[in-house]
C-alpha cells in the first residue's frame, strides 16, 4: 500500500513538473495569455528585459543568465575580484588557522570576500556591507564603540603605579611621525603622489591603533582607508611575528633579564579620578581628540566607579562584540579589488610595516636611554614594544619574550602599564594629527 501512494505521489510530481515546462515553451512562443503571461513577465524581469511583453528564449535566458556567474566576470576582465577572494581566504586563514587576532581577520577576511563577489552588490547603498559603512565608519560610531569597550576593559593600574612607562607610550609614537617624513621623501619616487593630508592619514598606522586609523583615514584620505585600516588591523594581528625580531636585534641577552621592582598600590580614588583627568586634560588643550578620548575615559570610568556594572559587562561583552564584527565586515568592504589593487596599496602595506617598526623600536630604545639615566631602578626594554597601541597583545608579547629568558619573570602588569600608555598616546598623536589639518 505504501509503494502504491509513494507511486502516485512521484508520478504527480513528474506530471507537475511537465506541465510547468510545457507552460514556459507556450509562453516563450507567445501568443499565451492569463497564466502563461504571468510567466512571460517573470522570465523576462529576471533576465532583465526592458519591457514585460518581450519574448525571451530558452537559449537567450541561458547566455543571460551565464553572463552575470561570477566566473564570467573573472573572465570578462574582473580578474582583481578573484584576486581580492585569494587575499579573503588567507585573511581567514591567518585567523583560524595561525590565531592572529581571530576577533579581527575573520570578519574583515569575510568582507573582503562578500564585497568583491561580482553582480552581488553588497557595497551598494542597500547592501548590507553598504549599510554597516555608511551607518557605522562614515559617522565614526563603530570606532568610538570599540574605544568605550577598550576603556572598560582597560585597567589604569599599572600605569598610575609606575608613572615612567608612560614615556614609552609616547615614545613608541616615534613610528607615527617618522613615517610621517618617510611617506613625503616616497612622493619623490615614479607612481606616488600623496598629499600631507593622505601621508598624515599613512602615518597613524604606526601608532598600531585601528579605531584611530580608521577615524584619521575617513576624514583626510577616504579613498586610502581601506588599505589603511587593512594595514593597521593586519599588523596588529602580526604582532607575535613582527615585534620579536626588533626585540632581540636592539637588546642584548642582559638586559632581556632585568627584573623590575613590584608597582606600589593603586586606591580606588586614584583610578576613579584618572579618567576624568585625561578627559578634562584632553579638552583643555586637545579638544580634536575628544571623541577618541572621551569614549575610552567613559568606558574606564564606568569600569571603575562600580555603580553601573551591568552597563560595564554591556561594553566589555555585547557592545564589544557586535561592533567588532560590523567594523570587521565595514573594513572588508574597502577590501574592494578598484580600490585595493593598485601601486599606492603596496606603497601603504609597506609604509605601514615601517611604521609599526619604527613604533617598537622607539618604545625599546627609549627604555634603554631611561636605563641610562637611572641606573638604579632599570626597565626591562622589553615592554618598551608594549608601548605602541595593539592592546593587549603588545603586552603578551613582551611577557612571553621575556619568560623565554627567565621563565621566573613576570612583567605582564609593567607591559600592560605601557601598553595603556601606549592606547592613550596614540589617541593623542592622532588628536595632533587632526588638529593640524582639520
Same mark, same amino acid.
Given at each position: 500500500?505504501?509503494?502504491?501512494?509513494?507511486?502516485?505521489?512521484?508520478?504527480? #510530481?513528474?506530471?507537475?513538473?511537465?506541465?510547468?515546462?510545457?507552460?514556459?515553451?507556450?509562453?516563450?512562443?507567445?501568443?499565451?495569455? #492569463?497564466?502563461?503571461?504571468?510567466?512571460? %513577465?517573470?522570465?523576462?524581469?529576471?533576465?532583465?528585459?526592458?519591457?514585460?511583453?518581450?519574448?525571451?528564449?530558452?537559449?537567450?535566458?541561458?547566455?543571460? $543568465?551565464?553572463?552575470?556567474?561570477?566566473?564570467?566576470? !573573472?573572465?570578462?576582465?574582473?580578474?582583481?575580484?578573484?584576486?581580492?577572494?585569494?587575499?579573503?581566504? &588567507?585573511?581567514?586563514?591567518?585567523?583560524?588557522?595561525?590565531?592572529?587576532?581571530?576577533?579581527?581577520?575573520?570578519?574583515?577576511?569575510?568582507?573582503?570576500?562578500?564585497?568583491?563577489?561580482?553582480?552581488?552588490?553588497?557595497?551598494?547603498?542597500?547592501?548590507?556591507?553598504?549599510?554597516?559603512?555608511?551607518?557605522? $565608519?562614515?559617522?565614526?560610531?563603530?570606532?568610538?564603540?570599540? !574605544?568605550?569597550?577598550?576603556?572598560?576593559?582597560?585597567? *589604569?593600574?599599572?600605569?598610575?603605579?609606575?608613572?615612567?612607562?608612560?614615556? &614609552?607610550?609616547?615614545?613608541?609614537? @616615534?613610528? +607615527?611621525?617618522?613615517?610621517?617624513?618617510?611617506?613625503?621623501?616616497?612622493?619623490? &619616487?615614479?607612481? @606616488?603622489? *600623496?598629499?600631507?593630508?593622505?601621508?598624515?592619514?599613512?602615518?597613524?598606522?604606526?601608532?598600531?591603533?585601528? /579605531?584611530?586609523?580608521?577615524?584619521?583615514?575617513?576624514? !583626510?584620505?577616504?579613498?586610502?582607508?581601506?588599505?589603511?585600516? +587593512?594595514?593597521?588591523?593586519?599588523?596588529?594581528?602580526?604582532? /607575535? &611575528?613582527?615585534?620579536?625580531?626588533?626585540?632581540?636585534?636592539?637588546?642584548?641577552?642582559? %638586559?632581556?633579564?632585568?627584573?623590575?621592582?613590584?608597582?606600589? %598600590?593603586?586606591?580606588?580614588?586614584?583610578?576613579?579620578?584618572?579618567?576624568?583627568?585625561?578627559?578634562?586634560?584632553?579638552?583643555?588643550?586637545?579638544?580634536?581628540?575628544?571623541?577618541?578620548? #572621551?569614549?575610552?575615559?567613559?568606558?574606564? !570610568?564606568?569600569?571603575?566607579?562600580?555603580?553601573? %556594572?551591568?552597563?560595564?559587562?554591556?561594553?566589555?561583552?555585547?557592545?564589544?562584540?557586535?561592533?567588532? $564584527?560590523?567594523?570587521?565586515?565595514?573594513?572588508?568592504?574597502?577590501?574592494?579589488?578598484?580600490?585595493?589593487?593598485?601601486?599606492?596599496?603596496?606603497?601603504?602595506?609597506?609604509?605601514?610595516?615601517?611604521? *609599526?617598526?619604527?613604533?617598537?623600536?622607539?618604545?625599546?630604545? @627609549?627604555?634603554?636611554?631611561?636605563?641610562? $639615566?637611572?641606573?638604579?631602578?632599570?626597565?626591562?626594554?622589553?615592554?618598551?614594544?608594549?608601548?605602541?597601541?595593539?592592546?593587549?597583545?603588545?603586552?603578551?608579547?613582551?611577557?612571553?619574550?621575556?619568560?623565554?629568558?627567565?621563565?621566573?619573570?613576570?612583567?605582564?602588569?609593567?607591559?600592560?602599564?605601557?601598553?595603556?600608555?601606549?592606547?592613550? #598616546?596614540?589617541? +593623542?598623536?592622532?588628536?595632533?594629527?587632526?588638529?593640524?589639518?582639520?
Amino acid at each position: 500500500m505504501r509503494r502504491t501512494w509513494i507511486g502516485r505521489r512521484w508520478g504527480l #510530481g513528474v506530471c507537475v513538473a511537465l506541465a510547468l515546462v510545457a507552460g514556459l515553451a507556450l509562453a516563450v512562443d507567445g501568443d499565451v495569455a #492569463g497564466a502563461g503571461a504571468s510567466t512571460v %513577465e517573470a522570465v523576462t524581469a529576471t533576465a532583465g528585459a526592458s519591457a514585460l511583453d518581450e519574448g525571451v528564449s530558452l537559449r537567450e535566458g541561458m547566455d543571460r $543568465i551565464a553572463q552575470t556567474t561570477g566566473l564570467a566576470a !573573472f573572465l570578462d576582465g574582473q580578474w582583481g575580484a578573484a584576486i581580492m577572494l585569494g587575499i579573503g581566504l &588567507l585573511l581567514l586563514y591567518l585567523g583560524v588557522g595561525k590565531d592572529f587576532e581571530p576577533l579581527l581577520l575573520v570578519p574583515i577576511g569575510f568582507g573582503c570576500l562578500l564585497v568583491n563577489a561580482p553582480f552581488a552588490g553588497m557595497a551598494s547603498e542597500h547592501g548590507l556591507l553598504g549599510i554597516i559603512y555608511n551607518a557605522g $565608519i562614515e559617522n565614526d560610531l563603530l570606532p568610538l564603540l570599540i !574605544f568605550m569597550g577598550i576603556g572598560a576593559m582597560s585597567d *589604569f593600574s599599572p600605569l598610575l603605579g609606575s608613572p615612567r612607562v608612560v614615556l &614609552l607610550g609616547a615614545a613608541a609614537q @616615534f613610528g +607615527v611621525f617618522g613615517t610621517l617624513l618617510g611617506v613625503v621623501a616616497l612622493n619623490n &619616487l615614479p607612481g @606616488f603622489d *600623496f598629499s600631507l593630508k593622505e601621508a598624515s592619514a599613512i602615518a597613524i598606522i604606526g601608532a598600531a591603533d585601528g /579605531p584611530t586609523s580608521i577615524v584619521v583615514g575617513r576624514r !583626510f584620505a577616504p579613498d586610502m582607508m581601506g588599505s589603511i585600516a +587593512v594595514a593597521a588591523y593586519s599588523y596588529m594581528a602580526l604582532v /607575535p &611575528l613582527i615585534q620579536p625580531p626588533i626585540m632581540r636585534l636592539l637588546t642584548t641577552p642582559r %638586559e632581556r633579564l632585568i627584573r623590575m621592582g613590584q608597582e606600589r %598600590e593603586v586606591t580606588r580614588l586614584e583610578r576613579l579620578l584618572f579618567p576624568i583627568l585625561i578627559l578634562l586634560v584632553c579638552i583643555v588643550f586637545l579638544p580634536a581628540a575628544v571623541p577618541l578620548m #572621551g569614549s575610552l575615559a567613559l568606558g574606564n !570610568f564606568i569600569r571603575e566607579c562600580g555603580a553601573v %556594572e551591568r552597563l560595564s559587562n554591556a561594553m566589555q561583552n555585547e557592545i564589544m562584540n557586535v561592533a567588532t $564584527i560590523l567594523l570587521g565586515l565595514g573594513v572588508g568592504m574597502q577590501l574592494e579589488a578598484t580600490k585595493f589593487l593598485r601601486p599606492a596599496t603596496l606603497g601603504i602595506i609597506g609604509i605601514g610595516l615601517m611604521a *609599526f617598526a619604527l613604533g617598537t623600536a622607539g618604545g625599546v630604545i @627609549f627604555a634603554k636611554v631611561m636605563n641610562w $639615566i637611572s641606573p638604579r631602578n632599570p626597565i626591562n626594554p622589553l615592554i618598551g614594544s608594549a608601548g605602541v597601541s595593539a592592546f593587549p597583545m603588545a603586552a603578551r608579547v613582551s611577557t612571553r619574550l621575556a619568560l623565554e629568558y627567565d621563565p621566573q619573570n613576570v612583567l605582564l602588569m609593567h607591559a600592560m602599564g605601557a601598553n595603556v600608555a601606549g592606547q592613550i #598616546g596614540s589617541i +593623542v598623536a592622532g588628536g595632533v594629527i587632526l588638529a593640524l589639518f582639520s
